[in-house]
Structures are given as structure tokens and as C-alpha cells.
């Protein structure tokens, strides 16, 4: 079925809360000149984030909220906005219905992973500007669909590769591009993060006097997700295109990143920003090797995706030069680990905290003939030499969302730091690994093509099968 036909048919049955007058009397109330009305899809954890970090910018307005979730509307409403003196929202649980919506100029969807280029495409085809959170897409297929929609009706779409938006993280790639670390020829990402077992749970609802975390040893309890609860929750919207399939807690809020239907494991996780940094410092797109091992270690529990996983992808060189490659290396780890090329030829301490934690360490390694680069979020140090003398350094934060309704204003996507083609070759490489160790084996990438020589099966995994109706459009 078509979209536009989809949407005609399903709105019908399609609940549009908060459709109360709206107040406009609140001292904070900006102007209505260039005013970008943003509304944000999926409003858990980094979807409060994504509220709280419009708010801060100047004549932009959250005017809408959507969760298939209807139990988180009161709070949220409450926190973000009527504690504020800030006029309400109106409230959505069907994104479709929201994207009828004429008043919403943009859209920020932060919903779980096997969502977010479906919600995508559908809200660029409805004329929206769209902020998609990493990863962008949950298959190649799916990417590659999101570039042709977004060129298509030629609107702001933007990937959530945040770190590209970081003077930080610019600085870097221009001090590399200069040739100062000489033939950078190697790059390292890292995302050790410590990640407890999740347990294991049978599915159906929880009982009233039930606990749950999302890991083991947490105290801090979800939920519980009881009949009562779910009855509150669109259970069927909250599949969309993945399989029908029981409702599990475990495969809910958040520990869905650990299950193929719904995420990408670690990787695709906290692991997307650090190979979007790897890759870019590269200079490279598209890989012709790809091999990735690993396995889910240490625990007997739900979790599907691994928990340790290396990955290394062979691209070539983008200046050409023969047989001269470039090597990206990636790494996730979950448990007891040690720091990260924090050792300096001085001795001195590295003040970059995360590549030094003793429990999370994140960031890239960056190896050239004259020296190597530790990069993490908000800063870089260089060591040159044969001595790893502290060379160069930088840092500096930017502003993901301000640069987004920069570009909305200037109705100008060559403005975005992290245009949603660039976050999709990151995507894709996080894709290529997970089909490497699903399978077992090498994968060898035509990048002209971007398929995988000689491997039926592999290529049958850059797309999956959608549940119908939502179903990726063969044309966008």
C-alpha cells in the first residue's frame, strides 16, 4: 500500500490527545517570525534530552510530543513544560497522524532503531525537516532510501552523528587533513562500556507487586509493565516493521538494543559516534573487506547481540597510491577492561576522562608516520614522534540541534554538519560487521555496487522483511 493511502486509511483509528485550546499567555512565549516548531518522537531517555536541548535554543518551540507510550505524557508535559511556565504540547501517539500535522515544521525522531528511517522517510514524503538519532538506519536498504527521499523532496535531514557538530572533533579532522600526523593509514574506535547481564524473563505482562531493571545489580526499576500499564501502550506501533512477537519486558524500554529485530547491539549503540569519528578521519566511504568476530560472553541471558565484537574494515585509499589501504579497527567490549593509550612519553596524566575511565572508555585512535591521536566527545591530544612527545591538541562542544535549525531557517541542507549520506556510510559499516559476524565469515564489498561478492545470503541481510502494513516503500 502506499504511504499517503497508508496513512489516509490508518489515521481513521489513530488518537490525537491534547487537542485542548491552547494557552497563550505564558511569560515565556517566544515570537512567531522565523519560529521552527519542532515536535519529538519517542520521549524516553535521549528523547527527554532532545526536549530540553530545543528549549535552550532561541525562537524554537516544541509544540508537539509522540510515544506509542501514552504513560510517560503526563510527567513529560509536567517536567518539560508546565514547570517551566512553557506552553503545552500537543500530544500524539501515531506519528502518522502527526505527520498531517501543517503547524510542525520538524521533526526529531528518537525512537528505537528499527523505526527510525521508516519514521524518517514517511515525515520527509509529509514535507518535514527530520533530525534522525543514530543509528540512522537499521539496514543498508533502509539508508540508502532515506538519501533518495531526502534529495528527493529536497528538505533538512539530518544525522545523529553529534560529535560532527563539535569544534572539538573539527579542529582534529582539519590538524589530520593538513598532513600533520603525516599518512594517517590506521584508525582505532573504542566503546568499552560496562554492561551488566540483563537477565532472563519470560514473556507476558509483569504482575503489580513486580520488579525491574534493565540490568541485574540495578536498582533502578522500569515499570512495571503490568496489564494496566500495557493497556496504556500501542504495543502493535511499538513493533511497527519488526516481527509480531509476545511482549517481553526485556525486550522493551532500552534493552531492546540487544535484540536484532529492534537494535544493533553495542556497535550500533554508543559505537556509531566513534565509527562515524573513525571513518571520518579516514577520508573514506565505503569498505571493500570486512570481517568481524565476537560473541556474547560471561552471561546465559536475553541478549541476542554480542557484547564482545572486533571488527575490521579495509577501504582504499581515498588519495590513491597503488596498493596503499586504509584500515579501520573497532572494538566493543562490556565488562572489566583497561584504559586506552593513556600512556604519555612524559608520564603525565592524560586529562581526556574517558579514554582513561576505569570503567567506560570511548573514543578513537587515530595512527599516522608522525605521530598518533587520541580523540574522545569534547577534545584531542596528539604524541609525535619516536618519543610520543604531547604534541597539538584542541577541544571544544558544539551544538548538534542548533546547527539542525540553522539549516530548517536557511532552508539549506549543505549547512548540516552531519548530512543524513555521511551518517549513513558510518551506519553501513556498523551493518557490514553485524552480517560478518552473524555469518561467520568475510564479507568482500563491491563499493560501486555496494554489495557483497559471491554471498547470496549476505546480500539478503542488507534489507529484512517488514511486517505489513509498515512496510519500506519500494518508491519514495
Request: charged content about 25%.
Amino acid at each position: 500500500m502506499e504511504r499517503r493511502e497508508f496513512i489516509q486509511k490508518s489515521a481513521k483509528g489513530t488518537l490525537a490527545l491534547g487537542t485542548a485550546p491552547l494557552i497563550f499567555s505564558n511569560s515565556n512565549w517566544k515570537g512567531a517570525n522565523d519560529r521552527v516548531n519542532v515536535a519529538v518522537i519517542g520521549i524516553r531517555g535521549m528523547g527527554q534530552s532532545h526536549i530540553q536541548e530545543y528549549q535552550k535554543l532561541k525562537n524554537v518551540e516544541v509544540t508537539a510530543l509522540c510515544d506509542v507510550d501514552e504513560n510517560l505524557f503526563a510527567e513529560r508535559v509536567k517536567k518539560h513544560f508546565s514547570d517551566k511556565d512553557l506552553r503545552e504540547p500537543k500530544l500524539y501517539r501515531d506519528m502518522r497522524k502527526l505527520f498531517e500535522d501543517k503547524s510542525v515544521d520538524a521533526v526529531s525522531i528518537v525512537t528505537p532503531n528499527h523505526w527510525h528511517a521508516l519514521a524518517g522517510i514517511w515525515a520527509i514524503q509529509a514535507g518535514k525537516h527530520a533530525s534522525i538519532e543514530k543509528p540512522s538506519c537499521h539496514t543498508i536498504e533502509e539508508g540508502q532510501k532515506l538519501i533518495e527521499a531526502a534529495k528527493k523532496y529536497n528538505v533538512v535531514v539530518q544525522d545523529g552523528a553529534e560529535q560532527r557538530s563539535n569544534p572539538g572533533a573539527q579542529s582534529a579532522m582539519q590538524f589530520m587533513r593538513d598532513g600533520k600526523l603525516g599518512e594517517v593509514y590506521l584508525a582505532k574506535g573504542i566503546c568499552y562500556k560496562w554492561r551488566d547481564s540483563i537477565g532472563k524473563y519470560p514473556d507476558g505482562y509483569m504482575q503489580e507487586n513486580e520488579k525491574y531493571a534493565s540490568t541485574v545489580d540495578s536498582k533502578s526499576w522500569i515499570g512495571p509493565f503490568t496489564k494496566s500499564y500495557m493497556d496504556m501502550v500501542d504495543y502493535d506501533l511499538w513493533l511497527g516493521p519488526a516481527p509480531n512477537r509476545p511482549f517481553n519486558r526485556n525486550r522493551f524500554h532500552y534493552n531492546w538494543h540487544w535484540h536484532w529485530d529492534y537494535g544493533n547491539g553495542d556497535m550500533g549503540n554508543q559505537g556509531v559516534h566513534e565509527m562515524d569519528v573513525a571513518r571520518w578521519g579516514l577520508g573514506v566511504k565505503i569498505p571493500t573487506r570486512v570481517s568481524s568476530i565476537g560473541g556474547h560472553m560471561m552471561f546465559d541471558d536475553d541478549q541476542q547481540t554480542p557484547n564482545v565484537q572486533m571488527a575490521m574494515f579495509e577501504f582504499p585509499n581515498p588519495e590513491g597510491g597503488g596498493d596503499k589501504k586504509k584500515i579501520m579497527q573497532f572494538e566493543v567490549r562490556h565488562w572489566m577492561t583497561n584504559p586506552e593509550g593513556n600512556h604519555l612519553g612524559s608520564g603525565a596524566p592524560l586529562t581526556n576522562t574517558y579514554m582513561t575511565s576505569s570503567v567506560n572508555v570511548v573514543g578513537n585512535i587515530f595512527y599516522g608516520s608522525k605521530g598518533y591521536m587520541l580523540k574522545e566527545v569534547d577534545g584531542w591530544q596528539t604524541f609525535m614522534g619516536k618519543g610520543r612527545e604531547p604534541g597539538e591538541s584542541g577541544k571544544g562542544l558544539g551544538n548538534h540541534y542548533q546547527n539542525f535549525t540553522d539549516a530548517i531557517r536557511a532552508n539549506d541542507p549543505n549547512m548540516l554538519t552531519a548530512p543524513i549520506e555521511e551518517g549513513f556510510y558510518s551506519c553501513a559499516l556498523i551493518h557490514l560487521a553485524n552480517i560478518s559476524y552473524r555469518l561467520g565469515r568475510t564479507l568482500d564489498i563491491n563499493p560501486e555496487t555496494f554489495t557483497v561478492l559471491n554471498d547470496p545470503e549476505a546480500n539478503s541481510m542488507l534489507t529484512k522483511e517488514y511486517r505489513k502494513p509498515y512496510v519500506l516503500p519500494k518508491k519514495v
